[in-house]
């Protein structure tokens, strides 16, 4: 597995502003991916976070709204920009680790609330 | 894109009991992988238990056990002996062995266990 930690745990925004959450891993990991949860729904992925290169990004999210960067093998992050209310939601970072049988690990989860 | 489907939104158990949550899948591919997550209200996703498809033995973790039926694409799982924390919601999940690295996740089930 990985221990992945991510901040902020929980924030209030104000509307038009920006947000940038961070997701470090104990360990080179091969893939890691962002996704969001609005409240009481299922997991839907933003985009997975290319080492060195842009981010590829799923239907219905831009790199404009959601800047991902990814240094290197153990952290990325995540900008939220310009947030709205829609915006509020949990943003989990998530990684497969080398040699973890595909399996996919989760960080602790951003709360979001934009008012 | 593959699908999975939870169809039940919300489940109790007696403490003490045995629950199944159901989760179908919708792929034309031999060869995947399966998990659950649970998910407290603390937010941080927690694997569970995970199936690869082409193990016919079905996976067991401690009081966790999953029934997988490749022909009907059915990975129900079943929690014996039900503690209070088990109280989570529980994530199906679905992961191509050969194409794309995405996972899909199913809409969830609210697991409340009853004292």
């Known amino acids: 597995s990985a221990v992945i930690s991510q901040k902020p745990s929980r924030d209030i925004c104000q509307r038009g502003t920006s947000l940038t959450i961070q997701c470090q891993v104990d360990?080179?990991?091969?893939?890691m991916f962002w996704y969001r949860q609005q409240p009481g729904q299922s997991l839907t992925l933003i985009a997975t976070a290319n080492q060195g290169s842009e981010a590829t990004y799923e239907s219905g999210f831009v790199i404009d709204k959601f800047p991902i960067s990814r240094p290197n093998l153990t952290f990325s992050t995540l900008t939220v920009s310009n947030m709205s209310p829609e915006d509020s939601s949990i943003y989990l970072c998530?990684?497969?680790?080398?040699?973890?049988?595909?399996?996919?690990?989760f960080g602790e989860g951003s709360w979001l609330t934009v008012v | 894109a593959q699908t999975v489907t939870q169809s039940q939104p919300e489940m109790s158990v007696q403490e003490a009991e045995t629950v199944t949550l159901s989760c179908t899948y919708d792929?034309?591919?031999?060869?995947?992988?399966l998990f659950w997550y649970k998910q407290p209200p603390s937010r941080q996703m927690i694997l569970v238990i995970r199936?690869?498809?082409?193990?016919?033995q079905n996976a067991t973790e401690n009081r966790f056990s999953v029934n997988f039926q490749k022909a009907a694409k059915s990975f129900s799982l079943k929690i014996s002996d039900s503690q209070l924390g088990d109280a989570a919601m529980y994530f199906c999940?679905?992961?191509?062995?050969?194409?794309?690295?995405?996972?899909?996740f199913g809409t969830g089930t609210s697991l409340t266990v009853i004292p």
């Open positions: 998530s990684v497969v680790p080398r040699l973890s049988g595909n399996t996919i690990y």
């Open positions: 792929t034309s591919e031999s060869d995947y992988y």
């Open positions: 360990s080179q990991v091969t893939m």
């Open positions: 199936q690869e498809a082409y193990k016919q």
């Open positions: 999940a679905y992961r191509s062995a050969n194409t794309g690295n995405q996972f899909y």
